[in-house]
């Protein structure tokens, strides 16, 4: 029972390269979400999915795109990566009226 | 959501008891105080909510103000394994998971 799952734990990209961040949880729940930290800086929400189907932009969308594969995954995509998007990535999920459970977090640097 | 106040950061001694505060003097009824935490390079991590009584479970204890303006997180005989940053948020309960985490209080737990 893994929990939340994300994919890579690390990458390196080039500046307009493109790239997917995979996240996949076996906790059966509706909502996920995509975080991003930046050093010193509090967690910041990109977007979200409350259910299969359906995604919504959280404070910090902007050159990003995300899939609601299905129950289970929930992808984040940078089409064009720029130096700006070099962050952790977290992605999360929580029960109905439960708390966030967060992945171990997916460490991107775009030169 | 309510926004909430923490101090950037505090010390605590090994074994004794750290009081982490959090002002969030805009909380309406409906709002629950949540804390999580988040150790070096890891996803944060649930510690406790509470909406107006005071909470103790195994990690902490959450202690809220009687007019609901602030509320304190303890834990009871801190550790080094609890240096951390402590996130305090407030969610209303018909609200979404678009949490806003903030920078936190970064704990210091010092030998």
């Known amino acids: 029972n893994a929990g939340v799952t994300q994919t890579p734990k690390f990458q390196v990209l080039k500046t307009g390269q493109s790239m997917t961040l995979q996240c996949a949880q076996d906790m059966n729940h509706n909502s996920m979400y995509w975080y991003r930290q930046d050093p010193g800086m509090g967690l910041r929400l990109i977007y979200y999915s409350a259910s299969e189907g359906t995604t919504d932009k959280g404070e910090v969308p902007n050159g990003y795109n995300v899939s609601r594969l299905n129950k289970r995954e929930f992808s984040l995509r940078l089409e064009s990566a720029a130096p700006s998007q070099t962050s952790v990535y977290f992605c999360?999920?929580?029960?109905?009226?439960?708390?966030?459970?967060f992945g171990e977090g997916s460490r991107l640097t775009v030169l | 959501d309510a926004k909430t106040t923490q101090p950037t950061s505090m010390d605590c001694a090994e074994g004794r008891a750290a009081n982490l505060p959090c002002n969030h003097s805009?909380?309406?009824?409906?709002?629950?105080v949540y804390w999580y935490r988040q150790i070096h390079s890891q996803g944060p991590q649930y510690i406790i909510h509470g909406l107006k009584n005071n909470e103790t479970n195994e990690m902490a204890s959450l202690i809220i103000t009687e007019d609901r303006k602030s509320s304190t997180l303890i834990l009871p005989h801190a550790t080094l394994r609890d240096t951390a940053v402590y996130y305090c948020i407030v969610r209303g309960s018909n609200s979404g998971y678009a949490l806003n985490f903030g920078k936190g209080t970064s704990l210091l737990v010092t030998p």
């Open positions: 999360a999920t929580h029960p109905q009226d439960g708390e966030l459970f």
């Open positions: 805009t909380i309406s009824g409906n709002e629950y």
